[in-house]
């Protein structure tokens, strides 16, 4: 979501440059580090310099963005620490998520949730459509648990691992992995059971951690290539 001075412009050309770049950052296309050029993302998205300028400022209110001194705006980096810290916060911010939405879940929900793990289980082959069916998962449940101030805080950490790019869900294994792990949280959710709703997701969240350093670390390979 862009911040509330992007969302509060008349520049829907500015809005419309936000979610392009977002895009690219969760992709991959923009990685941290690159250098984010007003005049080269206004040619390759046909727009002027303006919504480009609204554009930076926003992803730069999010955190996703930083300047450097001769160097502008840049994708911003992290390192194994923060990576390791961003996942120890999703443990601890989306288990309590799972223990509340195990009281106070609907019966629709608890069917939508099933819903969505049946369509990943049918999307292995499809990285994007995964991504998406899993970050949905995770919007419900945490909808589910009934608390404001625990969604912004996962908003806020979630915004942060766009950084990363890539969805681990790329990996083929990683995606079959996580299609149980959410069959599981779903069984604890289910029989309203908050201690075994809060370790499945706890599993989950560890689990998705490793298959990140993974990631990071496969990417660090090729880089020194």
Request: hydrophobic share 40%.
């Amino acid at each position: 979501m862009p911040d509330d001075s992007l969302r509060q412009s008349d520049s829907g050309q500015g809005r419309d440059a936000y979610e392009r770049l977002i895009t690219e950052i969760r992709t991959g296309v923009l990685r941290p580090g690159d250098r984010l050029t007003e005049t080269e993302i206004a040619a390759r998205l046909g727009i002027s310099r303006t919504p480009v300028r609204e554009a930076i400022r926003a992803l730069e209110a999010d955190g996703l963005v930083d300047h450097q001194p001769r160097a502008g705006a840049r994708i911003r980096k992290l390192d194994y620490a923060e990576v390791t810290e961003l996942y120890e916060m999703r443990v601890v911010l989306e288990g309590t998520a799972a223990r509340f939405a195990a009281r106070a879940a609907y019966d629709s929900e608890l069917a939508e949730l099933e819903e969505i793990t049946n369509e990943m289980a049918a999307a292995l082959d499809d990285p994007e459509r995964l991504y998406h069916a899993n970050r949905h998962f995770h919007s419900v449940l945490l909808n589910a648990a009934r608390n404001r101030f625990l969604i912004r805080s996962v908003d806020a950490v979630q915004k942060t691992l766009l950084i990363l790019g890539r969805s681990t869900m790329e990996e083929a294994d990683r995606a079959q992995s996580a299609v149980a792990e959410h069959r599981a949280i779903l069984a604890a959710l289910r029989a309203h059971d908050g201690d075994a709703a809060e370790a499945a997701m706890r599993v989950h969240i560890e689990a998705a951690h490793r298959a990140r350093l993974r990631q990071l670390r496969q990417r660090a390979a090729e880089e020194d290539q």
